[in-house]
């Protein structure tokens, strides 16, 4: 899917919505388990119930690795479910891949060739030849990991070098030598605010994938606020908070409805910023 693509689908749905699909097993309503796949039922479910509100899904691969086999399985049958029935939506690898030379073209080729989604979250801090391997694919995207919402973010993300940079902004900064707006977008976390502010004054154009908003304390409105650019130029996750808003029978209209207060609230900003 290409920039301008995604850019339509947001104006088209008035939504800058990601659903993240972080399916626990132990999580989903106890029905469901009955199933032949449980897990990938659970997902069908909340696909069919979201999509019109949403302009992506990121599976996050942890929940899938954690059963084995089936969970991989159900993860392959997830995608191919969302490319066949809702093909205007942009698939997203949370896989946070990080590895140098053959390992990384594995990765890449693992995401891109056989598994087919739009992006694959990487981290950086090998450096460029473990995001490279990663470009070669036209029409795919990195979406680097620059400013985190966890607490431990600030372990590293914020120290300052000789020059009063801090690492994030160097990663944002070095990472644009290795691809423009058209393929790389960066994980910046809704809990930091207005720092989002910063992050626009060295990436201006790019698009932000954002986590944290709801259960993690991160607010929307600060996001739209100090985040959006004139395409918008976000994707902010919501996972918790929507696939999980109901454990009974009704989970999916529950989910539905949970998805559309968030559209509704994004539609608002984008009108706010003209944004049609």
Known sequence: MTRQELIKNIKRKQSFLCVGLDTDIKKIPPHLLKEEDPI?????????????????????????????????????????????KYPDQFIIADAKRGDIGNTSEMYARSFFDYMKVNAVT??????????????????????????????????????????????????????QEWANEDQMMYVVGATHGKTFEEVRKIAPR??????????????????????????CGLLVNSSRAVIYADSSEDFARIAGESAAVVQQEMAGYLQDKGIY
């Open 40 to 84: 990938f039922a659970f997902n069908k479910a909340i696909i069919d119930a979201t999509a019109r509100y949403c302009v992506a899904y990121k599976p996050n691969l942890a929940f899938y690795e954690s059963t084995g086999v089936s969970g991989l399985l159900a993860l392959e049958k997830t995608v191919d479910y969302i490319k066949s």
């Open 122 to 175: 990487v981290a950086p801090y090998m450096g460029e030849d473990s995001v490279k391997p990663f470009l070669i694919y036209p029409g795919s995207w990195v979406i680097l990991l620059a400013l985190t919402s966890n607490k431990g973010s600030q372990d590293f993300q914020m120290i300052k070098n000789e020059y009063g940079e801090l690492l994030f902004e160097t990663v944002l900064k070095k990472s």
């Open 206 to 231: 790019h698009f932000l994938l954002v986590p944290g908003v709801g259960a993690q304390g991160g607010s929307l409105k600060e996001v739209a606020e100090y985040g959006m650019n004139e395409d």
